[in-house]
T-cell receptor, first 114, second 112 residues
Framework: GENVEQHPSTLSVQEGDSAVIKCTYSDSASNYFPWYKQELGKGPQLIIDIRSNVGEKKDQRIAVTLNKTAKHFSLHITETQPEDSAVYFCAAGYSGAGSYQLTFGKGTKLSVIP | EAEVAQSPRYKITEKSQAVAFWCDPISGHATLYWYRQILGQGPELLVQFQDESVVDDSQLPKDRFSAERLKGVDSTLKIQPAELGDSAMYLC??????????FGPGTRLTVL
């Protein structure tokens, strides 16, 4: 089955700096890579996703890059703000039976220091 | 904006008791997922439904866990009997085809 490794497990940055979280996956069949943000006591919320036919996607301060050859993808957050503090999860998925099955990384706890 | 609803939000039970969690997916979403999230880890899939049919329950501990989605809308996940190691957050998610999975707020289970 799929295995997703995520690094670092914790990350502290000063407000305004950039944050980068990296993930690797094992199954070359995976073709969908979402990133979720989870705040304390809440369910994960999708912040950005990328499919295997593109190498990079950007949405305001958030960007994701994908290297299918190396089987790794990364989340980049620029101009970090205190409200970006949360746990971030990467996931890798493949489409089966008309839907995606996701395997999640163990998460990165991001702390943005004002 | 439509959301996935789950209840209860918190459940405390003693080991060997039965517990049940309920999920109401976003209207029109045919695919429903139950995940278990142990503290400090990512969600792990327990069972996936397509309408009322189970697509994948290979990670569901079937000796004590059961899940149903009788009318293809809302779903119930049951644990009987609960064990100490079942303490976790149980998350429900839904999607429309090969699209984004939207998660509910989860049920935090504590087994004493």
């Amino acid at each position: 089955g799929e295995n997703v490794e995520q690094h670092p497990s914790t990350l502290s940055v000063q407000e305004g700096d950039s944050a980068v979280i990296k993930c690797t996956y094992s199954d070359s069949a995976s073709n969908y890579f979402p990133w979720y943000k989870q705040e304390l006591g809440k369910g994960p919320q999708l912040i950005i996703d990328i499919r295997s036919n593109v190498g990079e996607k950007k949405d305001q301060r958030i960007a994701v890059t994908l290297n299918k050859t190396a089987k790794h993808f990364s989340l980049h957050i620029t101009e970090t703000q205190p409200e970006d503090s949360a746990v971030y999860f990467c996931a890798a998925g493949y489409s089966g039976a008309g839907s995606y099955q996701l395997t999640f990384g163990k998460g990165t706890k991001l702390s943005v220091i004002p | 904006e439509a959301e996935v609803a789950q209840s209860p939000r918190y459940k405390i039970t003693e080991k060997s008791q039965a517990v049940a969690f309920w999920c109401d997916p976003i209207s029109g979403h045919a695919t429903l997922y139950w995940y278990r999230q142990i503290l400090g880890q990512g969600p792990e899939l327990l069972v996936q439904f397509q309408d009322e049919s189970v697509v994948d329950d290979s990670q569901l501990p079937k000796d004590r866990f059961s899940a149903e989605r009788l009318k293809g809308v809302d779903s119930t996940l049951k644990i009987q009997p609960a064990e100490l190691g079942d303490s976790a957050m149980y998350l429900c998610a839904s999607s429309s085809g090969a699209d984004t999975q939207y998660f509910g707020p989860g049920t935090r289970l504590t087994v004493l």
